[in-house]
């Protein structure tokens, strides 16, 4: 089994940034490509970003390209998410997903497509 643990997320005013950080543990030797997904009140879980596994390419969902940063460092079995620029509509819970199968630019996008999940975080980004 793999455990992740997000951690970092908070109260911001809007054009401020905060860092999300998610600790994977368990059969961490099993994790393929990890991502971020965030849920907002009455509304569905979305994807917001993704990396391969070895961290070499990120995929960003468009409202939050040019402003949000993926990255991953495997020696620490943790991946962040940098968020700049916050805007109120950013507000939500955060999630940390991961999955050990093989994923496309596409899939990678796909909430199916992962088999790990974690607690999630709050983000509140303020007017």
């Known amino acids: 089994q793999v455990q992740l643990a997000e951690s970092g997320g908070g109260l911001v005013q809007a054009g401020g940034s905060l860092r999300l950080s998610c600790a994977a543990s368990?059969?961490?030797?099993?994790?393929?490509?990890m991502g971020w997904f965030r849920q907002a009140p009455g509304k569905e879980r979305e994807f917001v970003a993704s990396i391969t596994r070895s961290g070499s390419f990120s995929n960003y969902a468009d409202s939050v390209q040019d402003r949000f940063t993926m990255s991953r460092d495997n020696a620490k079995n943790t991946v962040y998410l940098q968020m700049n620029s916050l805007k109120p509509e950013d507000t939500a819970v955060y999630y940390c997903?991961?999955?050990?199968?093989?994923?496309?630019?596409?899939?990678?996008?796909?909430?199916?497509?992962?088999?790990?999940w974690g607690q999630g975080t709050q983000v509140t980004v303020s007017s």
């Open positions: 997903a991961a999955t050990s199968r093989t994923t496309s630019w596409a899939t990678s996008t796909l909430l199916n497509t992962y088999n790990h």
């Open positions: 368990g059969r961490t030797f099993s994790i393929n490509a």
